[in-house]
């Protein structure tokens, strides 16, 4: 795929999102997967056995979606060049998400401006995995920073990331991947054992994306706020408290926001009625505000930014 349709897969999710009228490849990936365990499960029952069929299922799942997308575009490359990059552009497209996760981080931040706490908790749930029916509006407001940061992670800067280095094809399996892990990846009784190859895969690919995330939120922060010294902030907290979570990459870019920001995030949460202890990340140098949530996605509009612009200059600075 060309820099142009780079730029071109880019821009497509800004303007357009994930409209429910196309037919969005991680919803097929999603079914596929709602079908394998199906099936899995009522084969498996025994610990050792569970961890294999994950593991069958998660190689299943992401050569077929790679496979797929790879032969797709080559043979729409065979029929005509412009065909390909437009089946290449499309394909690079599905795997962005900045748009879907402003307006879900939107409609949050009104719901919370029009005192409805009850809708913003509603709002908060279709992006998080922790319950969200008795949280404050200090609680909503922390777990929508939160996924803000994480997601502009895996949702936006790693897809980016496997398309410059692999195209479309290697794209979407990532997504795959990212998908594999919301869906079977918990440590609970039903996962622990068939999630377990989904987890520890999503683990190993989100990790230098994290940490390209942490460190391009340091930044955007410091233009968007125009204080040069938020960088230190950011930086320190992402290498303090990068650690204090359950995830190996998940803290690193709530760490940076939290740092930006001057907020503390993390604590306890409650996951399918378990209250999970989780240490706290950053210092609490005031308190959260529902515009924090705002700030959130103008930072993470400016990371995405930031993220095309270094691929752009990367590829040109080879290409030389």
Not at 108 to 118: E, G, R
């Amino acid at each position: 795929m060309s820099l142009v349709g780079y730029i071109t897969a880019y821009l497509l999710d800004i303007v357009i999102g994930d409209p429910k009228w196309f037919p969005h490849p991680v919803r097929y990936i999603g079914r596929g997967i709602s079908l394998l365990e199906k099936i899995s499960l009522k084969f498996a029952s025994a610990p050792i056995r569970k961890r294999g069929a994950g593991i069958i299922t998660v190689v299943i799942v992401i050569s077929s979606t790679y496979l797929i997308a790879f032969f797709l575009i080559k043979a729409f490359y065979s029929i005509n060049s412009l065909l390909g990059e437009i089946a290449s552009i499309l394909i690079a497209y599905t795997t962005i998400s900045v748009n879907d996760l402003a307006k879900e981080a939107r409609g949050i931040f009104s719901a919370l401006k029009d005192d409805n706490l009850i809708d913003a908790r509603k709002r908060l749930s279709r992006i998080v995995g922790r319950d969200t029916k008795d949280l404050d509006e200090k609680g909503v407001i922390r777990g929508a920073v939160e996924s803000v940061a994480e997601n502009t992670s895996d949702g936006i800067i790693a897809p980016l990331f496997y398309l410059a280095i692999g195209g479309p094809a290697l794209a979407l399996a990532y997504k795959a991947v990212n998908t594999l892990d919301s869906m079977i990846g918990y440590k609970n009784e039903r996962y622990r054992d068939f999630g377990w190859a989904a987890a520890r895969l999503d683990d190993i690919a989100n990790y230098i994306p994290a940490r390209i995330t942490g460190v391009l939120i340091a930044i955007a922060s410091a233009i968007i706020f125009r204080v040069l010294f938020t960088i230190h902030y950011s930086l320190k907290t992402m290498f303090r408290d990068g650690r204090n979570h359950s995830s190996p990459n998940s803290g690193i870019p709530e760490a940076a926001i939290a740092g930006a920001l001057g907020v503390q995030l993390g604590g306890p949460s409650y996951y399918f009625g378990e209250l999970k202890i989780k240490p706290t990340i950053g210092e609490p140098k005031r308190q959260l505000m529902p515009e924090d949530i705002k700030s959130s996605v103008r930072i993470m509009y400016a990371v995405s930014l930031f993220a095309v612009l270094l691929v752009l200059f990367l590829r040109y600075w080879i290409e030389q």
